[in-house]
């Protein structure tokens, strides 16, 4: 039986049981339950670590447990969510085979004006756009960036700190919402071309051969008139919101022709053009002309068994506890240059 040694964010140990619990404690470590559960339904024994800012635990449980692998469930160290590509560093070091993307590739998709920047180097149609570090005034727009725009942190991922105030149409709203991300985020601001249309997620899987999932889309069609049709922290993490205005997500349906696949095969050049590794999501907008333009890619997305990822692979014809499988055999597959 191999070991798996399990790292998660401090506090988010999972209980032993779901009875009982609200949904909305729940959320807190869907994702650290569902994956041991898969884990011990495959007949492995994980060790789970939760790891803040001491990176002697992990130190200490690898020569402890001397893990065969390690299934890496980190979004951040010590709530700095661009410090997590160290750990995998670390374990790197640590020369311990690891789940998930490789630093490098976090780097690089972690920066959504880096990302942008790769993409339209090499032809991928991503929005225009123009960052606004902190302590830096909101002056002008550089040449080609115009209104409508959507202003986000240029690092933080999960929607932190988008709302439907996050689209603006002027350089005043521009400035306000800039000012926002600066103070309340505390990251510096991306400020991207905003676009119209259907909201769409494709799932990939590999490290050198990729297979990608069915084109997945965010329903956002029962939001009120006039509100932007964008994933806020609100709609992806707001259950009672949620309900109420029906927000859902399912396979694209309806696409136009070709447009499927061309997600697919322009979703495997972005994965390996930012050199991820492991499992990723990409996400894209789709306008009414049938236009594509990729978003972000986000590596080490949510692995709960109900979002996104986990049920398109199913409709892939990958259950969950094959799924975990495939992303283990991936990590011990993966070796850094120490080989």
Known sequence: MKRVLVLVGEGSRPPRTLEGIPDEKVSEWKMEYDVLAALEARGYEPKTVEVSYDLSRIRDAVEEHKPHVVFNMLEDFHGHVVFDQNVVAYLELLRVPYTGCNPRGLVLSRDKALTKKICAYHRIPTPRFQVFPRGRAVRRLKKGVAFPLIVKSLLEDASVGISQASVVN?????????????????????????????????????????????????????LPDGAPRIATARIKWNLKYQRKYKIRSGPAEELPEGIAARVARLSKRVFRLLGLSGYARLDWRMRPDGRIYLLEANANPDLSSDEDYALSAAAHGLSYEELIQRILNLGLRYHASWD
């Open 170 to 222: 002027d350089m005043e709203q521009l400035a306000k919402r800039v000012a926002f991300v600066h103070e309340s985020v505390g990251d510096d601001a991306i400020a991207e071309e905003y676009i119209e249309g259907r909201e769409l997620y494709l799932g990939v899987l590999g490290n050198l051969r990729l297979e990608t999932f069915p084109l997945w889309e965010l329903n956002l069609d029962d």
